[in-house]
């Protein structure tokens, strides 16, 4: 059984009260509580999260990466590994609010574009009809009471709640993506609803760039697109139907997702007892 001691507990402390961090700002963390140790490298990072995640799998949670598709950054939660909606959301919000923030994934995933966005207005016009039908057990003559009364009000409510808890997010264009958490939690949502994958990662294409022939379906991560054609010798062109792919606008230049950021005066880190690195290592 892997033990874990309090150089993982600053982790674990910092993301349950703060919420989902950067990678930059996770492995600040590491360091900062393994200063001791000869060995903070890559490896040992992994090794470090596979411990807590070893510990946390009893009780249904896991510390998870995910990428945020709208600016390509990695962070790290911890997350429910329960699949029911319900469970990772019912602490804190209505049967209404989740049938709702439901309802509104729902039609961002359904977004053609590949911008993986919707307006406000069109988020609180969005009916609660297919929702409640599975509230209701199936019989459509059967609403509940709280879905009659959900007003534009509510619904104006719970869009707010729910980009501050990060489940969506405000995009650049000033509308309503997917946050941070709904990307680390709800992967088996995107796979249920067969949501497009990303032709190079096979993770869900939800803000992702579009062949641009309109008969092909492969589409791309900006970011994914940066590393697949960021060497010139790498022909420009649709992997599926050999179409040239429109760089005009695509910044080839790929920032380096593991470089030092100075996060000792933003970061607060839980004192922690400091110790000698273990000779016995864990591999992840």
């Not at 674990?12 to 930059?24: C, S, T, Y």
């Not at 492995?27 to 060995?39: A, G, M, Q």
């Not at 510390?63 to 699949?83: H, L, M, S, T, W």
């Not at 509308?175 to 249920?192: D, P, Q, T």
Request: hydrophobic content about 35%; overall charge neutral; some cysteine.
């Amino acid at each position: 059984m892997a033990i874990i001691d309090s150089r993982h507990h600053a982790l674990i402390q910092a993301l349950l009260a703060r919420g989902p961090l950067l990678e930059k700002e996770v492995k600040f963390i590491f360091k900062t509580v393994c200063e001791n140790n000869t060995d903070v490298s890559e490896r040992a990072f992994h090794e470090y999260i596979g411990r807590i995640n070893k510990e946390l799998d009893f009780v249904q949670f896991e510390a998870r990466a995910g990428r945020n598709q709208y600016d390509g950054e990695i962070y790290y939660g911890v997350v429910n590994k329960v699949a029911d909606e319900h469970a990772k959301l019912g602490t804190q919000y209505s049967l209404p609010q989740i049938a709702f923030f439901k309802a509104v994934i729902e039609t961002i995933l359904q977004d053609q574009s590949g911008k993986g966005q919707i307006s406000n207005i069109e988020a609180l016009n969005i009916r609660l009809d297919s929702q409640v039908k599975q509230e209701s057990q199936g019989d459509p003559g059967q609403v509940p009471s709280a879905f009659k009364q959900f007003s534009m009000a509510q619904k104006d409510k719970t869009l707010e709640d729910l980009l501050k808890n990060r489940w969506l997010c405000a995009t650049e264009e000033g509308k309503i993506g997917l946050g941070i958490r709904a990307f680390l939690e709800l992967r088996s949502l995107f796979k249920n609803l067969d949501v497009p994958f990303c032709d190079v990662c096979n993770e869900a294409g939800i803000k992702a760039e579009l062949c641009q022939n309109e008969e092909c379906s492969v589409r791309m991560h900006d970011y994914c697109l940066k590393r697949k054609f960021q060497r010139p010798q790498v022909a420009r062109v649709c992997p599926s139907c050999g179409v040239n792919w429109d760089c005009s606008g695509l910044n080839t230049e790929v920032p380096d997702l593991n470089e030092a950021m100075p996060y000792q005066d933003t970061l607060r880190i839980p004192h922690v007892a400091k110790r000698q690195r273990s000779s016995r290592g864990l591999r992840h």
